[in-house]
């Protein structure tokens, strides 16, 4: 992806920066943190929305707002530019991503936003059905660090 978000203008306007992320499913054990692998979720696009709907009408009071182009792409809406990094999703997927959390000066936002995402999402009416179904549940976004862009939006 280079070059400008392609999200309608109405949704441009609602964050001055939009990182590029896609949901995912984190396990604890313990000490750790492990990323399921996104292959398997099998997330639909309206699982996607209701999550995504669920966000924003929690977040919108603190700047935040989440937008689904598709099941799996999806794009964080902010004030202000988050300074992360991430190691890629495939190398994820094989570490403790507790430890992938600790680098960028942001890091300490990023895991109390995400935490308060966990707590949202866990008893959702879309998890519930989606475990009900033997999928996993939604409780989190991966920075996607090959989309790793910023567009700053000018009215």
Same mark, same amino acid.
């Given at each position: ?15 001055? /920066? ?40 929690? /977040? ?12 799996m ?12 990094? /991430? ?16 680098q ?33 549940p ?15 939006? /000018?009215?």
């Amino acid at each position: 992806m280079k070059g400008k978000i392609d999200l309608p203008p109405t949704i441009q306007q609602q964050a001055a /920066f939009w990182l590029p992320v896609c949901p995912v499913h984190l396990i604890a054990d313990r000490d750790t943190l492990v990323l399921a692998p996104t292959s398997g979720l099998g997330l639909s696009l309206p699982e996607a929305q209701g999550l995504v709907e669920a966000f924003n009408g929690h /977040f919108a009071e603190e700047g935040y707002c989440l937008y689904a182009v598709s099941e799996m792409d999806w794009f964080l809406g902010s004030e202000k530019h988050w300074k992360l990094n /991430f190691p890629s999703l495939e190398q994820a997927e094989s570490m403790n991503c507790r430890d992938a959390w600790q680098q960028g000066r942001d890091a300490a936002q990023w895991r109390k936003l995400l935490n308060e995402m966990q707590m949202l999402w866990f008893s959702d009416a879309v998890n519930v059905q989606r475990e009900q179904q033997g999928f996993l549940p939604i409780n989190g976004v991966w920075v996607m660090q090959q989309k790793r862009w910023w567009q700053k939006w /000018f009215g």
